[in-house]
């Protein structure tokens, strides 16, 4: 503790008060004096929020009694000298009199005329332990790693300003008792965390923290604007609440909010690296309708999440269209977590087909949910939902599962021998977790499938996360035996590294290519230079999204290995899925569509 403690010494005698004051002077604290319970009152007032660690009343005053005082002093509780401990001074030497300074709060009761000693032992015990209190508080409302304050502290201090808020009349508000507040959360940090490791995240997060301290909302305002009060606030983890005191405006709080968000990307030089801290804001300005601070930093996490939807690194301001959909989706998150334990998610199968061999040669698993309010949902709906929530790990555990469970059916109907290979789709944010690897080697274990007969499919946006991690991982699977191929091929940043340091088996060529192909060479050109470089690297060529005949010829003559769209067949459920294997696995398209005799050239001369 650096401050110096103070105590207030309340006694209509002059001499008492100076003979405390000189006892007590030893002790190394500051002492203020009042004659009366009034003088008392005033003090208190000019001591503001610094307060007092103690104050000794004597209770026989002339006017306001020293019990008087206390109650005066309890009556607003959030006033610092409502918890300030209190010691009466009392001749009385009787049971009663110790009660009813019990009963208005004193921690302790001194009679008169008190020793030197007794005064001086009882004061400096009363101030070691309100020392300790306000230790306890600070640590309390204080988050460790940044200094900043903490979620506990935030909510008291949002409680007090929303209580403030409504008890102005309405007109009053926004000059007096209005305020705003961001919720901030970082985009990347636990990537950052994860592959840079914690010790660089806790740097960030502090360098962060002083950003966000030094930040003025009102920076570019009209000169001679006051920098309004502001606190910044860790929740925990990557995410911080801003209290900014005053800012009220729609447009200027969303303004200072773009304006931090940039201030925050600025690239700072962390062990070595350097980093930028991109973060997403949700902007929300205090309303009386907020009943609880619980509300107002739902809302603010809302317009948050809608930033980070939006694209990440803005800010967003709330809006209660936005609180409705929030409703909405948290709907959708919980009815998701009952469709994964009560399985009600399934698979649908859609054939790749050769354009050598004319055969199915695998089929790519697609998750359904079977839900008893909307149908049959398709993925688009609710894996970018579980990819947030973090419920893609239990999602992609059971289409695993369900995986396994239908290759183990197709062993029975099939044999082992003429099963169709299964691929699923892996989401990037899955995709290192370290069980991974070991996950699904157990799968495959416990249901006797043969690693050859699972393929993972991945897009380039899963291994940039994390070039580390996905090495290793990718690298364990392909020793495993599992087909890897790379999905979307052309959508994302498609690189010669990605192709060349990972052991994919396939790529497959996103269908926006495929659909373009027929009008624009450019299109056509990038599938054939694909082909070509998958073939020196020997990788196979996947298209995806075929839908026509005429898609079909160009496909061939660009020399692409296999296809998979609509052409072929949508995807399937499990019996249209082992029907279609039945009846067309080894000779798809029909042979009226090929004019030459040779097998491997089925279809090139169609029309
Ligand atoms: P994707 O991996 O690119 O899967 C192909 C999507 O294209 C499927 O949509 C499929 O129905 C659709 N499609 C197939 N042929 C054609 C065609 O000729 N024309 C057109 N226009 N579309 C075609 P679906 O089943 O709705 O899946 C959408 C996406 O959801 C998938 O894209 C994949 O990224 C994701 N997804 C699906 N299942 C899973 C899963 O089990 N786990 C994860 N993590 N993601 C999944
Ligand atoms: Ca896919
Ligand atoms: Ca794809």
């Known amino acids: 503790m650096t401050r110096r403690q103070r105590v ?34 005033a003090a208190v007032v000019d001591a503001g929020e610094t307060g007092f660690d103690l104050a000794l009343l004597d209770v026989f005053m002339p006017g306001m009694s020293g019990y008087d005082l206390a109650q005066a002093f309890r009556k607003n509780a959030d006033a610092p000298i409502a918890s300030t401990p209190l010691i009466f001074l009392t001749a009385a030497d009787d049971t009663h009199a110790k009660l009813t300074a019990f009963s208005h709060g004193a921690i302790d009761y001194i009679i008169k005329p008190f020793e030197p000693q007794e005064l001086t032992a009882r004061v400096k015990s009363a101030l070691r332990t309100q020392a300790l209190v306000e230790q306890l508080e600070i640590q309390a409302n204080t988050d460790r790693l940044t200094g900043l304050l903490n979620r506990h502290a935030l909510t008291t201090i949002l409680q007090k300003r929303l209580d403030r808020l409504k ?45 966000m301290s030094r930040f003025n909302p009102v920076e570019g305002a009209a000169p001679n604007t006051p920098r309004p009060e502001v606190l910044v606030t860790r929740l925990g983890g990557d995410e911080f609440v801003l209290f900014i005191d005053r800012l009220v405006d729609p447009q200027q709080a969303l303004a200072a909010a773009s304006r931090l968000a940039n201030t925050l990307d600025q690239p700072v030089q962390i062990q070595n690296q350097t980093l930028g801290a991109a973060a997403s804001i949700g902007v929300r300005i205090a309303d009386s309708a907020h009943h609880s601070v619980a509300e107002l930093l739902r809302d603010a996490d809302t317009a948050m999440y809608e930033a980070k939807a939006a694209g990440k690194g803005r800010a967003v301001l709330f809006d209660h269209s936005m609180h409705k959909r929030a409703v909405t989706r948290l709907t959708l998150e919980q009815d998701l977590t009952h469709a994964i334990a009560n399985g009600n998610l399934l698979l649908h199968y859609q054939p790749i087909v050769s354009l050598r061999t004319n055969k199915i040669i695998r089929f790519e ?20 939902l579980a990819e947030d929530t973090g419920l893609i790990r239990p999602l992609s555990n059971e289409v695993l599962r369900l995986a396994c469970d239908q290759l183990k059916h197709w062993y029975s109907t099939f044999g082992s021998d003429h099963t169709p290979p299964v691929n699923i789709n892996i989401s990037p944010r899955q995709l290192f977790g370290p069980e991974m690897v070991e996950k699904i080697q157990r799968q495959l274990t ?18 940039t996360h994390d070039f580390d991690a996905a090495s290793k991982t990718l ?21 010669m590294t990605t192709l060349r340091n990972f052991p994919f088996n396939t790529i497959k060529i996103d269908r926006s290519f495929v659909s373009a192909m027929i009008d624009d060479r450019a299109c056509a050109a990038i599938i054939a230079a ?9 990788m196979n060529v996947v298209a995806e999204g075929l839908e026509s005949i005429d898609e079909l010829q160009q496909l061939q003559a ?47 001369d169609a029309g």
């Open 8 to 41: 207030l010494i309340v006694d209509d005698d002059l001499t008492i008060r100076r003979w405390i004051c000189a006892v007590l002077k030893p002790l190394d604290i500051d002492t203020i004096t009042a004659a009366s319970g009034e003088e008392a009152l």
């Open 167 to 211: 008890s102005e009349p309405p007109n009053e508000i926004e000059r007096r008792a209005g305020f705003c507040i961001f919720f901030i959360d970082l985009d990347r940090f636990k990537v950052i965390n994860d592959s840079l490791g914690h010790e660089v995240g806790d740097h960030l997060l502090i360098a962060v923290a002083d950003r």
């Open 365 to 384: 698993a697609l998750v359904r949910w079977q839900d008893p309010k909307r149908g049959l949902v398709a993925p688009d709906s609710f894996i970018p």
């Open 446 to 463: 416990d249901t006797q499938v043969q690693p050859q007969h699972l393929g993972i499919e991945l897009t380039e946006s899963s291994i």
């Open 475 to 495: 690298g364990q699977l392909h020793d495993l035996g599992i087909h890897l191929s790379l999905d979307d091929f052309g959508t994302g940043y498609s690189s």
């Open 530 to 538: 694909t082909t070509t470089l998958a073939f020196n690297l020997g």
């Open 558 to 604: 660009l020399d692409c290995d296999a296809a998979q769209g609509y052409l072929i067949s949508p995807p399937l459920d499990a019996v249209a899925a082992t029907r279609l294997y039945q009846e067309r696995g080894d000779q798809f398209f029909p042979p009226h569509l090929n004019t030459d005799t040779t097998s491997d050239a089925w279809i090139r």
